[in-house]
């Protein structure tokens, strides 16, 4: 698909508004899927080295 200007690409012939909300929904689960596996590999982390200590 060609667009000749920001406007047009931002209406997208009238799609503009679902496919903006799911670009959104898609960069939102994502950046949510990265920080809870940052989350998770930090307890993790923790409990190794308790666990690791009380040996």
């Given at each position: 698909?060609?667009?000749?200007?920001?406007?047009?690409?931002?209406?997208?012939d009238g799609?503009?508004?679902?496919?903006?909300?799911?670009?959104?929904?898609?960069?939102?689960?994502?950046?949510?899927?990265v920080w809870?596996?940052?989350?998770r590999?930090?307890?993790?982390?923790?409990?190794?080295?308790?666990?690791?200590?009380?040996?």
């Amino acid at each position: 698909m060609y667009f000749t200007s920001l406007e047009q690409l931002i209406h997208m012939d009238g799609h503009g508004s679902y496919v903006w909300i799911c670009y959104g929904l898609f960069a939102l689960l994502v950046v949510a899927n990265v920080w809870s596996a940052k989350r998770r590999q930090k307890t993790l982390l923790k409990q190794i080295k308790s666990q690791l200590r009380r040996q």
